[in-house]
């Protein structure tokens, strides 16, 4: 049993005269009274509310899923109403006849001692900002949202790309990405223009990868910071990290232009978002037609489609991520084929958000 008391310290919220083995409205002070109790049994999993009185269950079987040893709960804001603005409680027991209580930590910045069990007079609040609530009967600690395994980057000569891996993620909404030129924190700005999406609650191992587009100047260090950030807004920070961005090996820009050799060039830049530029050089006069494949190799978009081409003229073609009906495809990885009168070449790109 979880019962979630929205705005404690006042009289809202219902006091049950009993439920599950306990008499909320015997055992309260008037300034505990549950909005919502979460009730789970071995064929249950409903959600009640004070609304009407918890007469109504609402059949909420997806909340839950098995970690491990334990059952995790995961109770959306959006089904209680919305988030509360200020502090919240809840205390969680066990529906038996000694009406045993399950010691909690929520998050591990509050206490974790004390006797149990606990009267609802008692009951543990925690700010709105918490990310979960994990069984703790070993008086542990509840664990980082976020178990970080590596934390790279690497200048390709083009743009700093940024890779990172997690062996587990609990709660994780996403991340944000920040660089500076110095090692303070405080002097950085992000540069990830909406938060990279995380993988919620997982034991798996996951790997990501972000591009830095935004400017930068040539033979200078950029520090970067990792940030974890929960469903509740909570966040953790992990680096820096160091990147640098050599000097281009022309450093007066003078040298004579090298043409490009004939054939299907690759695609710049690679990856991209949103658009990016295809070119081809042929030695001969001919028709082409130049279409954009996805990977289940179903073709979304013609650049071009037979028409004339002149030899040893360069052709610059824009693709902007869309398809033929104007839609944005999803990232991932897409082909493009140039097919003439003498021959088919193909190469391969890779569309990011």
């Given at each position: 049993m979880i019962a979630i008391d929205k705005n404690p310290g006042t009289s809202n919220g219902y006091a049950h005269p009993g439920w599950g083995g306990y008499d909320f409205a015997t055992n309260n002070d008037g300034n505990h009274n549950p909005d919502y109790i979460f009730a789970m049994g071995g064929l249950f999993t409903n959600l009640y509310n004070s609304g009407d009185s918890f007469a109504t269950p609402s059949d909420k079987g997806s909340y839950t899923k098995a970690v491990g040893n334990y059952a995790e709960v995961a109770i959306p804001w959006s089904d209680l109403g919305?988030?509360?603005a200020g502090n919240w409680g809840i205390i969680m027991w066990y529906s038996n006849?000694?009406?045993?209580w399950m010691n909690s930590s929520f998050p591990s910045s509050n206490p974790i001692t004390g006797t149990f069990p606990l009267a609802v007079t008692e009951f543990q609040i925690y700010g709105s900002a918490g990310t979960g609530i994990l069984p703790d009967e070993g008086g542990s600690t509840t664990?980082?949202?976020v178990a970080l395994s590596s934390f790279t980057g690497v200048f390709n000569g083009e743009v700093p790309i940024l890779q990172w891996v997690t062996a587990s993620e609990i709660n994780n909404a996403g991340w944000n990405v920040f660089r500076a030129t110095e090692s303070d924190l405080s002097l950085s700005f992000q540069v990830n223009p909406e938060i990279i999406e995380g993988q919620g609650t997982t034991s798996e191992m996951t790997n990501?990868?972000?591009i830095d587009f935004?400017?930068?100047n040539f033979d200078r260090t950029y520090y970067y910071w990792l940030e974890s950030v929960d469903y509740s807004n909570q966040s953790e920070t992990y680096g820096p990290i160091l990147v640098y961005i050599p000097q281009p090996e022309d450093e007066n820009n003078n040298s004579p232009e090298v043409p490009l050799p004939f054939g299907l060039q690759q695609n710049y830049p690679n990856p991209f978002n949103p658009s990016t530029e295809i070119s081809f050089l042929l030695s001969?006069?001919?028709?082409?037609?130049?279409t954009i494949y996805n990977v289940q190799g179903k073709a979304i978009r013609k650049?071009?489609?037979d028409s004339?081409?002149?030899k040893e003229e360069t052709y610059i073609l824009v693709w902007d991520g869309k398809n033929e009906a104007g839609e944005l495809c999803s990232s991932g990885i897409y082909f493009y084929k140039l097919e003439t009168t003498r021959e088919i070449l193909t190469k391969r790109m890779l569309l990011i958000k």
């Open positions: 919305g988030k509360p006849a000694a009406n045993d664990p980082l949202p990501y990868q972000f935004c400017d930068y001969y006069n001919t028709h082409a037609t130049l650049l071009l489609s004339p081409v002149s």
